[in-house]
Structure formats: structure tokens, C-alpha cells
């Protein structure tokens, strides 16, 4: 049987988490970068697991964690954590690399650090020992990510929820820091006071088949959750329109009879002249 070591970068990293709870025993390593335990839903506010899962702890394959120290999608405090649970209570292997001013990205150092990982843990690189190569770091693809908050504005008024809590519904007020928001790597639009929240719509009272009706009230949601569908992406068009990812032709759009932002027609006033800056 050969060697298994998982790897994983953002929700990919929750994944690679996931695997030392579900598969027991199965990988020798595991490498996170800007990730947590895998029931996290970003910021991980519930702390850490629960006794249930003591007994996959107590056999937890050594970790290597990486991470920005200004990831603002996944707070680096998380893997922090993680890591230290691991080594204080478990006695488990562990190592933690940050980057200072990193964002939500590839730490310059993973290249280099991941293989030596999976080396150190590897029975078939005993045998037949290899050397890292060095290899673009993917860090340039997501350092495109706006990582920086900004406003999401329209005719002069910020979206804002009323709440930066679960179901917190969104409306347009004052543009001030409850009003700012930042861009996860996938297109989603997550809170800059918690970036496990983001912009999604009221799909729990729908039926299967009306995921995509328009009316859905737009409120905040943990970005994790299922379904990961109903994401929104800026057109940078003079339009100016906030697209929802799953649902084609339609937009967030605010309704200034109801005072609320919904799920509607990208084709209507409250659709069009959004601004984000």
C-alpha cells in the first residue's frame, strides 16, 4: 500500500481536515494552508471539537499548517488553534508557517515547505529519497484577490446587513465600517467583521425546484454552507449589476417599496448602477 498525504488551500484545507476524521488512519500527513478543522464554517467560532471526536485526535496524522497573517477570509488565529490543540492536549506532531502581511493565498514558502512534509512522513521516500524542485508558487493566482474591504453601494446608500450575525437581512444605509465587505477567492462576497458570513439568499423555505425564484430575500449566511450555488460576482460593465453566480439573469437588486435587497431580474432599476469601492 502506498503512502497517502492530503493537501488542501481554503475550503480545500477544511477538506484535508475532514479526511483525518473520516478516513482514520489512512494518510500519514496532512498539509492545511489557510484552513481550520473541518466543521469550521471560516472564522471557526465554535472552537474545538467536541469529545466525539477524541478518539480520531488522539491518532490525528502530523500537520503542517500554513498562513497569511492578514488572511482577512480565514482568520490566521484559527489554524492557530488547530495547531496547538494538536501538540498541548494531544501530543500529536505539528508545525505552523505564517507569512507576515500574506493574505488569502499560497504562502510564499509552500513549494518548498509542503514536499519536505510529506517527505519527513513518507516510508516510500526512505527508500527512494527525492529532492524538492523548485516550482512556481501558486501564490500569484490568488493574490489577484481583493482581499481589502470596500463598500457596496448604490445611488449614494451602502448595503449592510441588519445584523452581522446568521440571517442578517440586508439593506441600505449609512456607509461606514459596518458596510464593508471583502471578496473571497471564489467570487463569494463575505462581512469584514466575519468573514465566515456572506451575501446569500433565503433558499430554506423553497422547494427544490425554486432555488432561483426571484423575491428570495438577500440576507447573510455562512459562506460554507450548502448549497455553495448562490454566490455574486460585480459586472464591470457601466451597468454595474451584482450577478448571481447560479442563477442566470438574475442580480441582487434592492426594493426600495419593501426595504430590502432581493433576489430579482438583472434587468431592473434596483439591479443596475451598483458600485463597489
Not at 515547505?113 to 529519497?129: C, D, G, M, V
Not at 445584523?163 to 449609512?174: I, P, Y
Not at 471578496?183 to 456572506?198: F, K, N
Request: hydrophobic fraction near 35%.
Amino acid at each position: 500500500m502506498q503512502d497517502m498525504h492530503a493537501i488542501g488551500f481554503s475550503s480545500g484545507a477544511y477538506m484535508t481536515s475532514r479526511m483525518a476524521f473520516t478516513y482514520p488512519g489512512a494518510f500519514r500527513s496532512l498539509s492545511i494552508q489557510s484552513g481550520s478543522y473541518y466543521f469550521c464554517d471560516g472564522a471557526c467560532p465554535n472552537g474545538l471539537p467536541d469529545a466525539a471526536d477524541d478518539a480520531y485526535l488522539k491518532i490525528h496524522p502530523p500537520t503542517l499548517f500554513l498562513h497569511g497573517t492578514a488572511d482577512q477570509i480565514v482568520p490566521p488565529e484559527t489554524s492557530l488553534l488547530y495547531e496547538q490543540n494538536l501538540v498541548n492536549n494531544w501530543g500529536r506532531t505539528a508545525e505552523r508557517h505564517t507569512q507576515s502581511g500574506a493574505t488569502h493565498m499560497w504562502i510564499d514558502s509552500a513549494p518548498t515547505l509542503i514536499p519536505s512534509w510529506i517527505q519527513k512522513f513518507s516510508t516510500t521516500a526512505r527508500e527512494h529519497p527525492f529532492k524538492s524542485t523548485p516550482i512556481e508558487s501558486p501564490s500569484t493566482v490568488h493574490a489577484a484577490v481583493a482581499n481589502e474591504t470596500f463598500h457596496i453601494s448604490q445611488n449614494g446608500a451602502c448595503l449592510r446587513p441588519t445584523s452581522v450575525t446568521k440571517f442578517g437581512v440586508l439593506r441600505l444605509g449609512e456607509c461606514d465600517e459596518s458596510a464593508k465587505w471583502v471578496r473571497w477567492e471564489s467570487g463569494a462576497i463575505a462581512h469584514q467583521a466575519d468573514t465566515s458570513l456572506c451575501i446569500r439568499s433565503n433558499m430554506h423555505a423553497q422547494s427544490p425546484d425554486q432555488t432561483c425564484q426571484r423575491g428570495q430575500v438577500m440576507w447573510l449566511e455562512p459562506c460554507f454552507m450548502q448549497p455553495m450555488r448562490n454566490f455574486f460576482k460585480h459586472d464591470e460593465t457601466a451597468i454595474g449589476s451584482l450577478l448571481s453566480e447560479g442563477c442566470h439573469g438574475m442580480c441582487l437588486a434592492y426594493s426600495s417599496k419593501e426595504d430590502v435587497t432581493l433576489l430579482g431580474n438583472c434587468t431592473e432599476d434596483g439591479a443596475q448602477n451598483w458600485k463597489m469601492s
